[in-house]
């Protein structure tokens, strides 16, 4: 029995809570109330109308899947020169990490190598997962790169075959050359 006495009390001391959040809340939309209370209030009930009004905004409209790099300049491209850059595509269909180089300006892949699913050296990451972060080009056209936080550190000649792949240490994040050449 005295549960259920409990039970009730925390019942009407709910509903009473209850009543008068929604008494300030009315007083405080009709103008009634103000000060900062009130404003915040307003706020607070606000919120999902805020979140109605971003999820329909045509400023959060077409944003590209990951790694879909075309769509990324077409909607914004307005460069007079051309502008170059390595990006990783995950290839699906062929279950392939495409390295390209792309021309920014008019959306055009100048070049590309690729990682093929079976020289992967397995980790706790899947191999979809694990994209080549930060690749480096070489003067010859080959390339530096990793399967992000994992034991693969590639360099690939210019054809996408791997001259060397170091597989002791797990890579994360960028590299870059220093003044010698070194990693």
């Not at 009390?9 to 300030?24: E, P, R, S």
């Not at 495409?98 to 021309?103: R, S």
């Not at 530096?144 to 550190?153: A, H, Y």
Request: glycine content about 4%.
């Amino acid at each position: 029995m005295k549960k259920v006495i409990n039970a009730f009390g925390y019942l009407v001391v709910i509903l009473a809570f209850l009543c008068g959040y929604g008494y300030a809340v009315k007083e405080s939309v009709n103008g009634n109330s103000s000060g900062k209370f009130a404003q915040r209030l307003n706020e607070f009930v606000s919120f999902p109308k805020t979140v109605i009004e971003v999820f329909s905004s045509k400023e959060i409209r077409n944003i590209p899947p990951t790694f879909e790099a075309k769509l990324i300049t077409d909607t914004f491209n307005h460069l007079a020169q051309d502008v170059y850059g390595l990006l990783s595509l995950y290839d699906r269909e062929n279950d392939n990490w495409n390295i390209v180089l792309m021309n920014f300006r008019d959306n055009t892949t100048t070049y590309k190598w690729k990682l093929v699913k079976e020289n992967f050296n397995q980790t706790d990451r899947q191999w979809a997962n694990s994209e080549p972060r930060n690749p480096i080009l070489l003067p010859n056209r080959g390339l530096i790169t990793d399967n992000d936080e994992t034991f693969n550190l590639y360099r690939l000649d210019s054809a996408s075959n791997i001259v060397w792949h170091n597989k002791q240490k797990k890579f994360h994040h960028s590299m870059n050359l220093d003044h010698e050449g070194n990693i």
